[in-house]
């Protein structure tokens, strides 16, 4: 596997974001991903379709630490989605996936950092805010590579 792997879904429109983007190495990919509450439908795919993982089966709803066998080009994963708030791993060399609640997701570790920002941003010195805006525009660059 060398291209980059997504959970793509009815959460995102199937389509794929540096939010919804696998990490790791080549054992194991995780990702940390905050979801809408309610019934989800989901794979582990990556951005042009080509390698795609579901279940073999119309397989019931996916509960929390339960580890699914995935096979390529398999039909949708099922979860309902009661915390928001979950971590994702996906184990590459058996194609399995386990889903566990977490207490926090990237997203929501941005969002506290801007509203920091936003807070102290009267108290910043010309020189600090020229700096986190060159940060931000740095940072926003690399994600669009």
């Given at each position: 596997?060398?291209?980059?792997?997504?959970l793509?879904?009815?959460?995102n429109?199937?389509?794929?974001?540096?939010?919804?983007q696998?990490?790791?190495?080549?054992a194991?990919?995780?990702?940390v991903?905050?979801?809408?509450?309610?019934?989800?439908e989901?794979?582990?795919?990556?951005?042009?379709?080509?390698?795609?993982y579901?279940?073999?089966?119309?397989?019931p709803?996916?509960q929390?630490?339960e580890i699914w066998?995935?096979?390529?080009e398999g039909?949708?994963?099922?979860?309902d989605?009661?915390?928001?708030?979950?971590?994702?791993?996906?184990?590459?060399?058996?194609?399995?996936?386990?889903?566990?609640?977490?207490?926090?997701?990237?997203?929501?570790?941005?969002?506290?950092?801007?509203?920091?920002?936003?807070?102290?941003?009267h108290?910043?010195?010309?020189?600090?805010?020229?700096?986190?805006k060159?940060?931000?525009?740095k940072?926003?660059?690399?994600l669009?590579?």
């Amino acid at each position: 596997m060398k291209s980059a792997l997504f959970l793509r879904g009815t959460f995102n429109q199937w389509q794929t974001s540096s939010f919804y983007q696998f990490t790791g190495n080549d054992a194991q990919l995780r990702l940390v991903v905050h979801l809408p509450e309610g019934h989800q439908e989901f794979k582990v795919a990556t951005a042009d379709w080509v390698e795609n993982y579901g279940t073999s089966s119309d397989a019931p709803l996916m509960q929390e630490k339960e580890i699914w066998q995935l096979c390529s080009e398999g039909g949708n994963l099922k979860f309902d989605v009661q915390s928001q708030n979950y971590e994702f791993f996906f184990h590459l060399h058996e194609k399995s996936l386990e889903i566990r609640q977490c207490n926090f997701a990237p997203d929501q570790r941005l969002e506290q950092c801007f509203e920091q920002i936003r807070a102290n941003w009267h108290s910043y010195s010309t020189s600090q805010k020229h700096q986190i805006k060159d940060l931000i525009k740095k940072e926003i660059s690399h994600l669009s590579q």
